[in-house]
């Protein structure tokens, strides 16, 4: 006779089965199960019948209607490890006074792989500065065909709202310029980017400063501001 395995419901067989054939199933379906994307009625169901899951188990909950993975830690959404990279800035960058330099964010960059292939990513910047310094971005790379445009406050507007900027590089190191509300209030910019590499690899690094010298202090990367790319070729 047969019956299910507790967790995903797959039949095995039993004592009255030939000899050591149970056992040895049962072993081979323990190792397996954990490999399936598993199916459970919704949160209690799962932490009922899967106490002690393995990192990257996949699994399916019905009442919530969402696949999610397990990180070693906690049941996180499935969208977050189908990315290259996702990383967000856990603290405040370092403030920029005075300065037109463009300075490296140490937490959004990325090592892209030398591969022939296409990555899209996005960058999403919270920061602040004066209106008299406003802001300015580039991206740093070594190789690959990259285009890109940033969707922000234009550097003419003198409040939260007023123009935009849609401007659009291709060039590293090439800076497009953003708008300052006043020393402290936190503003968004909004990057979406390609690279087309063929066989050779690059980091791929956001850089940042005051567009006009200012003696206050921008903050070019509130903690929240974060990086997501994906390889779609």
């Known amino acids: 006779m047969t019956t299910l395995t507790p967790n995903q419901g797959i039949v095995q067989q039993q004592g009255t089965d030939p000899a050591n054939l149970p056992g040895a199933q049962a072993a081979w379906l323990g190792g397996e199960e954990n490999r399936l994307v598993q199916r459970y ?34 049941w996180i959404s499935a ?30 960059v990325t090592t892209l792989p030398a591969v022939t292939g296409i990555f899209k990513w996005r960058d999403v910047i919270y920061y602040s500065s004066s209106q008299a310094g406003d802001y300015k971005i580039a991206y740093l790379f070594t190789a690959g065909t990259v285009i890109w445009g940033v969707i922000g406050l234009a550097a003419a507007a003198t409040a939260t709202t007023g123009d935009g900027q849609f401007a659009v590089q291709t060039v590293s190191d090439t ?50 501001s974060y990086r997501q790319i994906w390889r779609m070729s």
């Open 41 to 74: 009625t919704n949160e209690a169901d799962r932490t009922a019948r899967n106490a002690a899951p393995n990192e990257g188990e996949l699994s399916h909950l019905a009442a919530e209607d969402r696949y999610e993975g397990f990180n070693a830690v906690n």
């Open 79 to 108: 969208f977050t490890r189908s990315n290259f990279q996702l990383v967000r800035r856990a603290t405040d960058a370092a403030n920029i006074n005075n300065s037109t330099a463009l300075v490296s964010d140490g937490t959004l």
């Open 175 to 224: 800076t497009s310029a953003l708008g300052g509300a006043a020393v402290g209030t936190r503003l968004m910019a909004v990057v979406e980017g390609e690279i087309s590499l063929v066989g050779v690899g690059t980091s791929l690094t956001l850089r940042y400063a005051q567009q006009t010298a200012d003696p206050t202090n921008t903050v070019p990367a509130y903690a929240g």
